[in-house]
Nanobody
């Protein structure tokens, strides 16, 4: 059973940056597509970024394109989300997820098999 743990959240001013990390234990994620989702208060969880096992397929939510970068280090069993030019509307709990046996980046929540517990990101104006 793969377990995912996110770190790196926190409070940052608008325009600032944060880097989230998601490290897996209990199994390798090297063959998994990985994704980041977020859920703001009172809203549904939404896809933010996804990457396939090799990094050759990447997808982003339109509103974060050019500001967020997803990457992975399979040797460290870790996926990252570099967030720059943060806006107050980026405030949410950010979740990491793993999808088994997917060749391309995955954008749909139901296709993910494992989830982390989330890390809070708060962007002040």
């Amino acid at each position: 059973q793969v377990q995912l743990v996110e770190i790196g959240g926190g409070l940052v001013q608008a325009g600032g940056s944060l880097r989230l990390s998601c490290t897996a234990s209990g199994g390798s994620i090297s063959s998994c597509a990985m994704g980041w989702f977020r859920q703001a208060p009172g809203k549904e969880r939404e896809f933010v970024a996804g990457i396939n096992w090799s990094g050759s397929s990447i997808s982003y939510l339109d509103s974060v394109k050019g500001r967020f970068t997803i990457s992975r280090d399979n040797a460290k069993n870790t996926v990252y989300l570099q967030m720059s030019s943060l806006k107050p509307e980026d405030t949410a709990v950010y979740f990491c997820a793993a999808a088994l046996w997917k060749l391309r980046a995955v954008t749909t929540e139901r296709d993910y098999n494992y989830w982390g517990q989330g890390t809070q990101v708060t962007v002040s104006s």
